[in-house]
């Protein structure tokens, strides 16, 4: 079982003035994949404040995967890519190509997505979209490649490459 934390970037949730079905959704799924959500934070859409939960998150508190919801898109206040560069070592450009490949068959509104991902120490970072229902798409694109993803930044795997 892998520790998950979840971070929500929203002005409106952080204030209470809108429910966080996003987060709801991405438990759901963790759940029935058998990872645990040890943590949720949600922020105001702030770089410092994404950038500070991000840090703690990964550092103190040892989440192996987390997840962010919302803030990818273009309006002056989508700061979460920004905050997720600034604190990985490493980018994995995979994962968000692959979510905006599948996203585009069902819109073309999933090209505009700005997501990251990347690692930061043994912590995978991977940006999700706002919408409840994109982050369900996503994730059905993403889960089938986590556990070997995790089993290899934990160490819990072996090597990549088959004979």
């Not at 079982?1 to 971070?7: K, P, Q, S």
């Not at 996203?103 to 995978?124: C, D, E, F, N, Q």
């Amino acid at each position: 079982m892998y520790r998950v934390a979840v971070v929500t970037a929203s002005d409106k949730g952080a204030r209470g003035e809108r429910a966080d079905k996003s987060a709801e959704v991405i438990g759901k799924m963790m759940a029935e994949i058998n990872y645990e959500v040890v943590a949720y934070e949600i922020v105001p859409d702030d770089i410092e404040a994404i950038t500070e939960a991000l840090i703690d998150l990964a550092d103190h508190r040892k989440a192996e995967l987390i997840l962010t919801t919302g803030g990818t898109g273009f309006s002056p206040r989508d700061n979460t890519p920004e905050a997720t560069m600034a604190v990985i070592d490493r980018v994995v450009p995979g994962i968000p190509e692959a979510m905006r490949v599948e996203s585009m068959k069902k819109t073309p509104k999933a090209m505009l997505s700005r997501a990251v991902a990347g690692i930061r120490r043994g912590t995978l970072i991977i940006n999700m979209p706002g919408s409840p229902k994109a982050v369900r798409e996503c994730l059905e694109v993403i889960i089938p490649v986590l556990p070997h993803a995790l089993e290899i930044l934990t160490g819990r795997g072996g090597e990549c490459g088959s004979e």
